[in-house]
């Protein structure tokens, strides 16, 4: 056996030592256990499975500064309540309003929305994105529709 294979072989069983001595259970942090657990319960449990009366609100052809309310209508068909923790939009220009409260199974809740089309002409295609407690976590919701100039 020549020296370079010799001290090659006792390198690695140094390291193979060395790293064996740690505990393998020392390295678990508590907090990621419990989220772990609390997330395996809810998946025992069932999601909550969110849906919608329509994912795209189309409001037509409207004049620059006109301003457009709508309403998705968000159903649980899943059998836990279901959270939604924000919608944010794409702009500023369009609002949407939640429900604050969890929707429980088989219940419906509604998420309104006000898009301002003040200097905003042309095509317009905005987004809504709902953060929730589904499978998913997100879910975007499209509102679409051509502004016109004021003639």
Known sequence: MNKITFYGLILLLSISVISCKENATSKIDATNLETA???????????????????EYDFGTITDGDVVEGTFTISN?????????????????????WPKEA??????????FTFNSRGKTGKQSKSITLQTNTEKVTETLRITGMVLAKS
């Open 77 to 97: 068909k899943g059998k836990t309540d279901l959270v939604i923790t924000s919608a944010k939009a794409t702009c500023g220009c369009t609002v949407p309003s």
């Open 103 to 112: 929707i429980k199974p088989g219940e419906s809740a509604d998420l309104s």
């Open 37 to 55: 657990k609390e997330r395996d319960q809810i998946i025992s449990l069932g999601a909550a499975i969110i849906d919608f009366d329509k994912s």
